[in-house]
């Protein structure tokens, strides 16, 4: 069987200052996670009590790629899995940004200047959803944050490269890109032009 590329992100039931600080993101919950197989061509959302069955799409997970989440989503989602994320090869595209830019770039930043495409909401909205029960929307916005990484990811692996635009400069900057590969963790995976 080939291994599956799963693109993946998550919400969460609390935020930083609830838990203390940034320290322990492990501690924060999770309320949604929403993912994208290759191998099956679908998109999956699963509330905190359906992790269980994204931990058997793990097991068949030969690369994970997702924004931000060596620093976020897999420090949060372990907890929840028996699989040591560490050792599942990933893909963070926010840490190639930082190697190269030199400083964070938001996933709205990129879609924007790349694809013309923004996301629907943010992090603290989805939050405010969860907390109001309104848990179609925290689905719907885990999705959509999804498909803008697989769309970003699948540019920037066709072409070579992603644009953002930098608080320095109105122009949008290019970032070269090589995702035509698996990587390994410590692999910057972008630089800047």
């Not at 930083?16 to 993912?35: K, Q, T």
């Not at 990933?90 to 938001?106: K, P, Y």
């Not at 070579?160 to 995702?179: N, Q, T």
């Amino acid at each position: 069987m080939v291994k599956d590329t799963v693109i993946f992100d998550l919400e969460t039931k609390k935020e930083f200052a609830e838990i203390g600080g940034r320290d322990h993101p492990e501690l924060l919950g999770v309320s949604m996670l929403c993912a994208y197989s290759y191998n099956d061509d679908k998109f999956s959302a699963f509330e905190e009590g359906e992790l269980k069955e994204f931990e058997k799409m793990l097991k068949n997970t030969g690369l994970l790629i997702g924004f931000n989440i060596r620093g976020f989503d897999l420090p949060v989602l372990q907890p929840y899995v028996g699989v040591d994320l560490k050792k599942i090869n990933s893909l963070d595209m926010m840490d190639g940004v930082v190697n190269s830019a030199g400083f964070r770039v938001s996933l709205d930043n990129l879609a924007k200047t790349t694809l013309g495409v923004a996301k629907s909401a943010d992090g603290l909205q989805a939050l405010e959803w969860f907390r109001q029960g309104r848990i179609q929307e925290v689905k719907d916005y885990c999705l959509k944050d999804v498909e803008v990484t697989k769309k970003l990811y699948e540019f920037g692996k066709k072409n070579g490269h992603i644009k953002f635009v930098s608080r320095y400069s109105p122009e949008p900057a290019i970032l070269k890109v090589d995702w035509s590969m698996r990587v390994a963790d410590d692999d910057p995976q972008l630089s800047l032009i």
